[in-house]
Structure formats: structure tokens, C-alpha cells
């Protein structure tokens, strides 16, 4: 799987980098090498969270609109 990651230099030096398509999901590296094994990291552990599905009923429906 290929994810897009923004890639931001630090004013303080270094890198930081955020997973637009994974809302929260960012990290920094001294090194475009450092902050990229971060982002590895910090992908996987986002991906990784057990979410438990919404519970529904019979009443409710499932929608799908354009944004």
C-alpha cells in the first residue's frame, strides 16, 4: 500500500511530517531517513487501533453524500 505523507522542515532543524489522508497521524526525524521510519511507526500504530463499529438498528440508514 502507498500513502501520501507531507514532509515539513522544522524551523529548529530537522523534519516533520503528517498523513493527510489519517487525521492525527504525523511525526519528526533530525533526518529525512529518521522521520521517515517514524512515519512507518506512526502509520502503523494508526492503522493498528481497534475501533468498534458503530452500533445500529433497523431504523437507521446508511447514506452517502458528496463533499
Known amino acids: ?3 501520501k505523507v507531507v514532509v515539513h ?3 529548529e532543524g530537522g ?3 503528517e ?6 497521524c504525523a ?5 529525512l531517513e529518521e522521520l ?6 506512526a502509520i502503523e ?4 487501533v481497534d475501533v468498534e463499529p458503530p452500533k445500529s438498528t433497523s431504523k437507521d440508514r446508511v447514506l452517502e453524500i458528496a463533499v
Open 1 to 3: 500500500m502507498k500513502i
Open 27 to 31: 511525526s519528526q526525524g533530525e533526518t
Open 9 to 11: 522542515e522544522a524551523e
Open 36 to 41: 521517515m521510519a517514524n512515519l512507518h511507526e
Open 45 to 48: 500504530g494508526c492503522l493498528s
Open 15 to 17: 523534519y516533520w511530517g
Open 19 to 24: 498523513v493527510p489522508a489519517i487525521p492525527g
